[in-house]
């Protein structure tokens, strides 16, 4: 079993629609990233969390330490959107352990 | 300000050769870690530099070894290439050894293909 798990592994969803990305983890952590990854490899930190909630235009990012448990959020989702989605945890080293990532495409 | 600088963005290299990829990070940053991405393995921990120090190692072969300057640039090297070694290979700059509550930024990555 992976320390960290993200679900779905692929997600299509039409422009409009509200996404949810779920990444559960068994570590202790110090902070949950995730991260956004556009084809041609190029990753941008979307948030760094370690407890509550963020927000940055129209994405949304949660966490309960209490049951392990992320999620990143995108309302009124854009074809521009689709990419490789990851969270990765900062464990009690603050090394970073990776989820397998979730593709996303959002259809016009 | 300029984001964390990877060179080169595409390498071609043939089994047995060896390679050397650079990582500017972000002026002021110290700490320079390296990723190695495959379609079958995600991203993989190679190592992170501060302050010219190592500071933890991944789990990989002796032929991945890295440095870092006194300017905080960061070089990896891999010797002997295979052609399992094709990848992309990431660096991410950070503020301070570990994330704790400071984020990483990454660069584009370099592409490597052995042939």
């Known amino acids: 079993k992976n320390e960290v798990e993200q679900s779905p592994q692929n997600l299509t969803a039409q422009e409009g629609e509200f996404i949810t990305i779920n990444c559960s983890y068994s570590v202790g952590i110090s902070a949950l990233h995730w991260l956004q990854q556009h084809p041609g490899g190029g990753i941008v930190s979307l948030f760094m969390?370690?407890?509550?909630?963020k927000k940055h235009g129209r994405l949304i990012a949660t966490i309960n330490i209490q049951e392990k448990h992320s999620s990143l959020h995108i309302t009124a989702s854009h074809p521009r959107d689709s990419a490789v989605y990851i969270c990765a945890a900062s464990d009690s080293n603050y090394q970073l352990i990776w989820g397998a990532g979730t593709k996303l495409i959002i259809k016009p | 300000k300029a984001g964390v600088t990877q060179t080169p963005r595409y390498l071609i290299k043939t089994r047995g050769q060896q390679v050397t990829l650079s990582c500017s990070p972000i002026?002021?940053?110290?700490?320079v870690s390296w990723y190695q991405q495959t379609p079958g393995q995600g991203l993989q921990f190679l190592f992170e530099?501060?302050?010219?120090?190592?500071?933890n190692k991944g789990n990989f072969p002796g032929r991945f070894s890295g440095r870092q300057f006194s300017n905080s640039r960061s070089e990896m090297n891999v010797s002997t290439l295979e052609l399992g070694d094709s990848a992309l290979y990431l660096c991410?700059?950070?503020?301070?050894?570990?994330?704790?509550?400071?984020?990483?930024?990454f660069g584009s990555g370099t592409r490597l293909t052995v042939v």
């Open positions: 002026s002021g940053h110290r700490s």
């Open positions: 530099y501060f302050s010219e120090t190592q500071r």
């Open positions: 969390l370690s407890s509550g909630k």
């Open positions: 991410a700059s950070s503020l301070y050894y570990g994330t704790g509550d400071y984020g990483y930024t």
